[in-house]
């Protein structure tokens, strides 16, 4: 049973572009879940996506949008790319029916900004 | 709001010494659910433990045990006899009871170093 994954591994980018990370949700799960986690700091949430639709957003600009598709696998999006956007981006997939909230990490896409 | 704090920034024991890692938590749900979370170096959250709000009893899983205060808000986490292994980033995290949002309010994390 795979588990949650995250491509790509390392991603590096210029001031002003664009980016998107991809992630698929662990097998059963329907919910997908975003965070940002900068250089020795906790996880911060960006968004969440439930039925291809964002359900809930942590406090992050415009800059940052997403799209969940039928499969339910998700994409994170980001424009116009700061040097503070350099951090881990973590996924984390959970099944919504579930009787207690649980999410299952993926290891992360590294975005450096320069 | 909901706030997780983790006091310690960083802590260094010996091999087999144990250890204890303070969390403290801020919020206005009744039903709430408190996690711990271990990040090597490699990135990836490894999930540890699961609490819910009504479940006050500690738990321990082999060198893990959870000592969940709810008199205190506090949920902290004793690793005995410590090993090289245990050698991470450990994170407390929130959640509250809203199912629609599941998302976690995490604390800044404790770097545990594990010296031989």
């Known amino acids: 049973d795979a588990g949650v994954t995250q491509s790509p591994t390392h991603l590096i980018k210029t001031r002003g572009q664009q980016v998107t990370l991809r992630c698929s949700p662990k097998s059963g799960h329907d919910t997908v879940s975003w965070y940002q986690q900068a250089l020795g700091q906790g996880p911060q949430f960006i968004f969440q996506?439930?039925?291809?639709?964002?359900?809930q957003r942590g406090n992050f600009p415009d800059r940052f949008s997403g799209h969940q598709f039928p499969n339910y696998s998700s994409e994170l999006n980001v424009n116009a790319l700061l040097l503070g956007d350099s951090a881990l981006y973590l996924c984390a997939s959970s099944f919504l029916g579930a009787s207690y909230n649980e999410q299952f990490f993926g290891p992360g896409t590294r975005l450096t900004v320069l | 709001a909901q706030k997780v704090t983790q006091a310690q920034t960083e802590i260094s024991v010996v091999e087999k010494e144990d250890v204890t890692l303070d969390c403290v938590y801020e919020t206005r749900d009744t039903t709430y659910y408190l996690f711990w979370y271990k990040q090597p170096p490699s990135g990836e959250l490894v999930f540890l433990i699961r609490r819910n709000s009504f479940d006050e009893q500690n738990e321990i899983s082999g060198r893990y045990s959870w000592n969940f205060q709810k008199s205190t808000s506090s949920f902290n986490f004793t690793i005995t006899a410590s090993q090289v292994v245990d050698s991470a980033v450990y994170f407390c995290a929130l959640s509250g009871s809203d199912n629609y949002g599941q998302n976690f309010v995490f604390g800044p994390g404790t770097r545990l170093s594990v010296l031989p």
């Open positions: 996506y439930y039925e291809e639709e964002e359900r």
